[in-house]
């Protein structure tokens, strides 16, 4: 139990520093980041307007 504490403990300061120093080199959070680096190349085919596919499939 006490290995536990002492490992999650060190984790929990771990990740602070680590996020910390992240946000401090980066205006974006992590999840923005990456919607960007994954999703972004391919967010201009997808698309949610629903006008614009009912008057693509009516043309």
């Given at each position: 139990?006490k290995?536990?504490?002492?490992?999650?403990?060190?984790?929990?300061?771990?990740?602070?520093?680590?996020?910390?120093?992240?946000?401090?080199?980066?205006t974006?959070?992590?999840?923005?980041?990456?919607?960007?680096?994954?999703?972004?190349?391919?967010?201009?085919?997808?698309s949610?307007?629903?006008?614009?596919?009912?008057?693509?499939?009516?043309?």
């Amino acid at each position: 139990m006490k290995l536990a504490f002492i490992a999650l403990l060190l984790g929990i300061s771990i990740g602070y520093f680590y996020g910390y120093d992240d946000a401090r080199h980066h205006t974006k959070n992590v999840v923005e980041r990456t919607v960007d680096r994954v999703g972004g190349k391919n967010r201009d085919r997808m698309s949610n307007d629903v006008d614009k596919q009912t008057e693509d499939v009516h043309e």
